[in-house]
């Protein structure tokens, strides 16, 4: 049966209406949503609610309700006993096929509030999803059967419900007679839950764990359900768990925490679109398995799984490519460290590339204020450093790239991913920055489509006729008298935010084409 990704209710939250408190067990009840299993003959059918408890380190647990012969309900506690494995998969919102429960305790129905009863009997079904997952983890089937693409030997069959108030022509029911089947022997349910191997024998009283739809999980669902293709879903099942909670980290850290984005529940198509990219570069690049004695890196002097640490990548790593006060490393983007963890050998090449950039503007474009300090900030310099530093971030990345470096679209979609992570986490009053930025990037990118063998300076010298010709942009004007002066130049002191000073840029300034 299909899992939901488990959220720590808050005990302080009891009073929204979705979510009931069971005092004489200690739980709250999550009764916006449920899973609804009923048999062929529609005389049995049973319903799990997620169930969360005030304190730490309590198992998975849902509720269970039984219906009985005589249309009353057995009430069960219904524990999990995952494996850390699990739980990770669970986070990141993924399908498991679980093993059964390890503990069921038969609890007194009558002991919970009388408002889950309520659930059941003064709502109707507003609407309602019925979907197949095989037991190989293969999700998106429709409801009527298996399709073709299901290689599986065993399926399971998942209703989901959404509650809402009876119309008055309803009489206020939405399950018809509860019938007179015996939930205890099995009553013929081959869609009642349990292991899922489809044999037509499994215990209703025994279900696999529901948990609540979050927008978190929510939007993984969706993502996973209409937004990726069969092949793709495939693949990611099948990562590691440290691929996936990378993906879908991607995709989260591009969401603020408490901006109206963080309730719905679909991602923007812009990160959809990047995520998609992601995947098909992983997918085309195929099975990257480091070893102790062949791993990125190594030559360099960097420890075996350094792409994995963290630490080591924020005190290692530095890929910004604009001027600054105090250009260093910790400046990572979140997105940029995910990247880095999935492709550590493009990382390593683009992170080397980012001095010899700085060296050749200054060499090509010698502006210097009175303190003798470089500053090429949303400038024509500026427009030249980003195109010329994708552009051998290109060349170079192809070189990482397995199968006699891969096909040139490969490495173009890794440097173009790093150059869009840099720029995510860019404030809002620099958006012409931003724009600016993308826009070079992109050239120069595109530019390496054929200059894999070129050196630095015929990279430069093509990247100064883009510049000449006007195919870069720049912002102008740019108001630079604040440049040393005005600490609102580089960040706003009126702010929490880092780095979200003004760069010169007014009212007035414009995109603008390099040969204007």
């Known amino acids: 049966m299909e899992v939901f990704s488990k959220n720590k209710f808050n005990k302080g939250t009891e009073s929204q209406g979705k979510t009931l408190y069971a005092p004489e067990h200690g739980f709250f009840i999550d009764t916006d949503t449920a899973t609804f299993i009923e048999n062929e003959d529609g005389s049995y059918h049973s319903y799990t609610f997620p169930i969360y408890r005030s304190t730490d380190g309590e198992p998975f647990e849902n509720l269970l309700l039984s219906l009985q012969q005589d249309g009353s309900y057995k009430a069960f506690i219904v524990s999990y006993n995952l494996t850390q494995q699990e739980i990770q998969a669970l986070e990141n919102g993924l399908y498991v096929n679980l093993a059964a429960p390890y503990a069921t305790t038969q609890i007194d129905s009558g002991s919970l509030p009388s408002d889950v009863f309520g659930k059941m009997s003064d709502e109707c079904i507003k609407s309602y999803h019925a979907y197949w997952i ?39 029911g939405h399950n018809g007679d509860p019938g007179s089947g015996n939930p205890d022997s099995g009553n013929g349910c081959s869609n009642c839950g349990g292991s899922g191997d489809n044999s037509g024998t499994p215990n209703p009283d025994i279900t696999s764990p529901t948990h609540t739809n979050s927008p978190e999980y929510l939007r993984k669902k969706n993502l996973i359900r209409t937004q990726l293709s069969t092949e793709q879903v495939i693949w990611l099942l099948d990562q590691p768990l440290e691929v996936q909670t990378a993906i879908f980290g991607y995709l989260e850290n591009q969401i603020a925490p408490d901006s109206l984005e963080a309730l719905s529940t679909t991602y923007s198509q812009e990160t959809v679109d990047e995520i998609v990219e992601v995947i098909e570069v992983l997918m085309e690049i195929g099975d990257n398995t480091y070893s102790l004695n062949d791993y990125p890196g190594q030559d360099e002097g960097m420890p075996f799984n350094w792409w994995n640490n963290s630490n080591y990548i924020e005190n290692n790593f530095y890929l910004g490519l604009d001027e600054a006060q105090n250009p260093g490393y910790n400046e990572l983007t979140a997105q940029e460290k995910i990247l880095i963890g999935l492709f550590p050998a493009a990382a390593i090449e683009i992170r080397n590339n980012v001095q010899p950039a700085f060296q050749k503007t ?77 826009h070079n990037n992109d050239e120069g990118i595109e530019y390496c489509t054929n200059c894999y063998t070129n050196t630095d300076n015929e990279i430069a010298n093509g990247i100064l006729q883009l510049l000449t010709l006007g195919t870069l942009v720049y912002l102008n004007p740019i108001d630079f008298s604040g440049y040393a002066t005005d600490p609102a130049f580089w960040d706003n002191p009126n ?19 390099t040969n204007q």
């Open 134 to 172: 095989c037991g190989n983890n293969v999700v998106g089937h429709n409801a009527d059967t298996p399709n073709n693409i299901c290689f599986a030997s065993s399926y399971d069959y998942v209703v989901e419900l959404e509650w809402g108030p009876c119309p008055d022509s309803s009489g206020g």
């Open 495 to 513: 702010t929490e935010d880092e780095g979200d000073g003004h760069h010169g840029i007014t009212g007035s300034t414009q995109i603008t084409q």
């Open 362 to 438: 200054h060499q090509l474009f010698p502006h210097v204020d009175n303190g003798g300090n470089h500053y090429h900030l949303n400038d024509k310099a500026d427009a030249f450093r980003h195109a010329f530093f994708n552009a051998t971030n290109t060349r170079d990345v192809l070189a990482t790239i397995p199968t006699i470096g891969g096909p040139p679209i490969t490495a173009r979609s890794i440097v173009r991913l790093f150059g869009q992570a840099h720029e995510s986490e860019v404030p809002t009053n620099l958006i012409l920055e931003k724009e600016m930025d993308l």
